[in-house]
């Protein structure tokens, strides 16, 4: 599954219009469409706005609150917010906190002596689900009025997208991007396989084209652009058209200006549905767009086709020469290049299967046949190695008289300049694309250009008078010929045992993937090679009590950071654990210090000491006592005790009842509370054990 993101560098670009009408003409396809522009979301309108699946609130900022039970009026949090988001209401008596200007900083909660104030996550937003009538989802995103965090919002919709994706199996998500440069941008097109630039022809729009290039080439996506409204200053669009083919970004396609595009908007209609005229010019654009994601493997596609076509050439320029002059030589070089041919085929063959869906047979596609095709040309290179030296062999025992020499000559000199520009122009484009198989296949064109010098020198030297030197140097290129195909089918065979070859990648995921707030470690981490993609799986270690919406969200992080350090990472299979433990960290408030005879505390702030005793196998195997320095503390007490505690990485906590503050502070790092229950301290501990054991 791929994801295509369409972006402009201003707001009335066209750039909905035209996600809308590219969505409508892939409807025959698997796709999800995506509204990332979360401020002012408008796809699913043009869409015919389509009845919402469900909605799903998202808190993206925290807020201050107040709790009015436990102000004591002191006004000290009104000289404490920098926002000027605290003011005084004189009829309560009690501190207003004006909710558009707090920015959850925590500073008034911090100062407040009674903990009368709290910060909380706030509803920021929506992400919606919805089913158009063309048969593909919608996901949508909306900022509340007068919130923050719309880059948070726009991630959670992309991740939402990614998950109706997976479960409807589809090939493409179509990105709606926000307008412009800013963070709800940024979270549109990180990670992304390709950005699609929206440029209309104006001075203003081609200015906001290169920030918008400039930000995309930052995080190093490929893309492309479209060219709106571009017969309204056909000067301007020559500039783009221009600029894009110096900088080497391929232009989609042009879209003319036309009223009934504003039409088309002004009646909620995608523009090709509106106006079928503009389906040809959609097509056009569609016709460059789909198979982006495939784009490498096609550029690989034509290399092999046009040597293919290149060595048809040579082997009867050379079959027909060397029959013609009587070189044996020159015959057997044809019969090479005829081989080359075969290579070629295989090459294009296999990059040409390499481009077919995944299906229910093979579900991680068809990557493996090109490297099974790279196989074959290695085997190809160990016999044309075999064939070179036994010809040479031959040369050396029977050398030829030769006809025709300058002709000879003439035909081997073409061969080398030819052969030498496939194999410096496939191994350029194999490394480009990251296809083995045709970096072996350059490589193979190298031994051509060998090859047909040694022929050259032999004719030479032969016209010259000095026999027999061809076939020495025939027999030493032969065993070089031998060992290079043996290398490169030791790595083939290696690709197709599922070998973990590549340990830059490898180093690079596992530094990646540690580098993601919230992960613990990782283990039984595999990566594989398939063509010219990587699959990775992998085991994550998190924190005990991360809540499941936090796994979600360091997965997607994990996918997006990898595929933006591996390009040619395809897929990562991630299996979230917590690491196992094979005992128990409980701890119980004291108030005293007697080992396993103290008394239990009932109140956890004031509390003198805290047990921490490590139980297993239902007995407590140790036990430490621990002294509570929150004890004097004139305010926050039971918070302090608590991170005390969550320090210390206990599992449970028996107490009486816990307050709000210490419990959210150790809500998201132990597995729970449990009230003392037993006749002595050994008892109450064991009794906690066995309820979460």
């Not at 040809?280 to 092999?304: D, P, Q, R």
């Not at 969200?553 to 950071?561: A, C, G, V």
């Not at 210390?648 to 906590?653: C, F, K, M, R």
Request: proline share 4%; glycine share 6%; charged share 25%.
């Amino acid at each position: 599954m791929k994801e295509i993101c369409v972006l402009s560098g201003k707001g009335g670009a066209g750039k909905t219009s035209i996600v809308a009408s590219i969505a409508i003409l892939l409807a025959n396809r698997s796709i999800v469409a995506c509204d990332c522009d979360v401020d002012a979301p408008n796809l699913a309108l043009l869409l015919g706005n389509p009845n919402k699946i469900y909605c799903e609130r998202i808190s993206a900022s925290e807020k201050a609150f107040v709790l009015s039970s436990r102000c004591r009026s002191c006004k000290k949090c009104l000289n404490t917010c920098r926002f000027n988001a605290i003011s005084w209401d004189d009829e309560i008596s009690k501190p207003d906190i004006k909710r558009f200007l707090c920015e959850g900083c925590g500073a008034c909660a911090y100062t407040c002596p009674s903990n009368a104030i709290e910060i909380h996550p706030t509803d920021t937003g929506k992400v919606c689900l919805s089913e158009s009538d063309h048969g593909f989802s919608i996901v949508t995103g909306q900022l509340k009025l007068g919130e923050t965090g719309s880059g948070k919002i726009v991630d959670a919709v992309r991740r939402k997208a990614s998950e109706v994706g997976r479960v409807e199996d589809a090939e493409l998500i179509l990105l709606d991007s926000a307008a412009g440069i800013g963070c709800p941008v940024i979270s549109s097109i990180k990670a992304t396989d390709h950005v699609i630039i929206i440029a209309e022809a104006n001075m203003v729009a081609l200015n906001d084209f290169r920030r918008t290039l400039q930000l995309v080439r930052h995080f190093k996506i490929p893309h492309s652009i479209i060219i709106n409204k571009w017969d309204i200053n056909k000067d301007v669009s020559k500039k783009i058209e221009s600029f894009a083919q110096e900088s080497d970004i391929p232009v989609l396609g042009k879209i003319p200006y036309t009223i009934t595009f504003i039409e088309a908007l002004a009646n909620l209609t995608p523009a090709v549905l509106y106006d079928p005229r503009l389906e040809k010019t959609f097509e056009i654009i569609l016709n460059n767009l789909w198979g982006g994601h495939m784009k490498s493997l096609k550029e690989g596609e034509k290399v092999a086709r046009y040597s293919t076509y290149a060595n048809i050439a040579l082997t009867l320029m050379k079959g027909i020469v060397g029959l013609l002059s009587g070189s044996l030589a020159l015959i057997a070089d044809a019969i090479h290049s005829l081989v080359d041919i075969f290579a070629s085929v295989t090459v294009y063959i296999g990059l040409k299967l390499s481009q077919k869906k995944p299906d229910e047979l093979f579900p991680y596609g068809y990557y493996r046949i090109e490297t099974f095709a790279s196989l074959i040309i290695s085997v190809i290179i160990i016999i044309t190695g075999f064939e070179i030296g036994m010809e040479s062999f031959s040369y050396i025992l029977h050398p030829s008289k030769i006809m025709l020499p300058s002709l000879a000559l003439l035909i081997t000199l073409i061969s080398v300049f030819i052969s030498y520009f496939f194999a410096v122009y496939k191994e350029k484009i194999g490394r480009k694309i990251k296809s083995q198989a045709l970096v072996n296949d350059g490589r193979h064109s190298l031994l051509d250009v060998v090859s047909s010098m040694i022929v050259f020198f032999g004719i030479l030297f032969e016209y010259l008078g000095l026999r027999g030197f061809q076939g020495f140097a025939g027999i030493l290129i032969a065993i070089l010929i031998i060992y290079l195909g043996l290398k490169f089918a030791r790595y083939d065979i290696l690709v197709l045992l599922d070998a973990c070859i590549d340990q830059k990648s490898l180093q690079t995921l596992e530094k990646t993937v540690l580098g993601v707030k919230g992960v613990e470690g990782i283990h039984d981490v595999r990566v594989r090679r398939s063509g010219p993609y990587l699959f990775a799986e992998l085991h994550l270690e998190l924190e005990r009590g991360t809540s499941l919406k936090e796994i979600e969200n360091i997965i997607s992080e994990i996918n997006n950071k990898v595929k933006e350090k591996i390009p040619s990472m395809d897929h990562i299979i991630i299996q979230p654990e917590t690491p196992p433990k094979d005992y128990m960290l409980i701890a119980a408030p004291l108030k005293d210090n007697k080992g396993l005879d103290s008394t239990i505390s009932p109140h956890f702030g004031k509390a003198d000491y805290f047990i921490i005793a490590s139980v297993k196998d239902d007995r407590i195997q140790d036990s430490k006592i621990i002294e509570n320095p929150a004890r004097e503390l004139e305010k926050k007490r039971g918070i302090k005790a608590a991170e005390l505690l969550k320090d210390e990485g206990i599992d449970v906590l028996i107490v009486d009842h816990l307050s709000e503050g210490p419990s959210y502070v150790l809500s998201q790092h132990i597995l729970g509370t449990a009230k003392p229950k037993g006749s002595s301290l050994e008892d109450i501990i064991l009794n906690a054990y066995r309820k979460f054991r």
